[in-house]
T-cell receptor
C-alpha cells in the first residue's frame, strides 16, 4: 500500500475504554477516510475528510470522532469502546481532483473490545 | 473470532482458466467504480477502475465491464493464477473521493 500508515496493528480494549487509531499519509492527499470491516461484509464508511479542518460523517459514525488538523494525519477516536466496535479498521486517502481518484488503503487495525 | 469474509460467496476456478466476478451496484448516480483485491490480513488493493462514461476498461490480465442499464459491474481475470486467490470487492463512488460504497465481496479460490 502506497504511503498510508496505520497504528496500532492490533489492540484489545475493555468496554468503556477510549483509544485513538492513528492514520498518516505522505502523499499530500487531500481526501482521507476511515472504514470498518466486519465479517462477511464489505467496508463501511465511518468518517471522511475533504481537507485539513473539514470532516463529515459517513454511514456508521456513531461512537467515533475524528479530526483533521493537518493534511497528513486523520486520527479516529473511540470515546467509550463497546463490543459492537470490534472490527477491522481501514484508513484510506486519495487525491481530490482528476478523472481518476485512486484510493489507497492502509494495512488495517484489528480492534477487539471485550 | 470469525475471519473477515467467512460467509462470502465463493468462486472456485482452476489455474489457467478465466475468472468472472460479478457485482450489482445500487446507486444510479454513481459515476466511478473500482475493483479491489483483499488478501487475508491486508488492506484492499486497487486493481482497476472505470468511469460511468465507459463500458469497458482493460488492464494487465484484468478487464472491467460496466452495464449501467442493469447497474452491473464485472471483473474478468485472464489466466487465473494461485496468487489471484483473495476476496474481491467492487466499490462505487458518487464523486467525493474516499467516500466509497462497497459490495459484500466474492472470495476467489484458485485450484491447481
Amino acid at each position: 500500500n502506497a504511503g498510508v500508515t496505520q497504528t496500532p496493528k492490533f489492540q484489545v480494549l475493555k468496554t468503556g475504554q477510549s483509544m485513538t487509531l492513528q492514520c498518516a499519509q505522505d502523499m499530500n492527499h487531500e481526501y482521507m477516510s476511515w472504514y470498518r470491516q466486519d465479517p462477511g461484509m464489505g467496508l463501511r464508511l465511518i468518517h471522511y475528510s475533504v481537507g485539513a479542518g473539514i470532516t463529515d460523517q459517513g454511514e456508521v459514525p456513531n461512537g467515533y470522532n475524528v479530526s483533521r488538523s493537518t493534511t497528513e494525519d486523520f486520527p479516529l477516536r473511540l470515546l467509550s469502546a463497546a463490543p459492537s466496535q470490534t472490527s477491522v479498521y481501514f484508513c484510506a486517502s486519495s487525491w481530490s481532483q482528476g478523472l481518476r481518484n485512486t484510493i489507497y488503503f492502509g494495512e488495517g487495525s484489528w480492534l477487539t473490545v471485550v | 473470532g470469525e475471519s473477515v469474509g467467512l460467509h462470502l460467496p465463493t468462486l472456485s476456478v482452476q489455474e489457467g482458466d478465466n475468472s468472472i466476478i460479478n457485482c450489482a451496484y445500487s446507486n444510479s448516480a454513481s459515476d466511478y467504480f473500482i475493483w479491489y483485491k483483499q488478501e487475508s490480513g491486508k488492506g484492499p488493493q486497487f486493481i482497476i477502475d472505470i468511469r460511468s462514461n465507459m463500458d469497458k476498461r482493460q488492464g494487465q490480465r484484468v478487464t472491467v465491464l460496466l452495464n449501467k442499464t442493469v447497474k452491473h459491474l464485472s471483473l474478468q481475470i485472464a489466466a487465473t493464477q494461485p496468487g489471484d486467490s483473495a476476496v474481491y470487492f467492487c466499490a462505487e463512488n458518487t464523486g467525493t473521493a474516499s467516500k466509497l460504497t462497497f459490495g459484500t465481496g466474492t472470495r476467489l479460490q484458485v485450484t491447481l
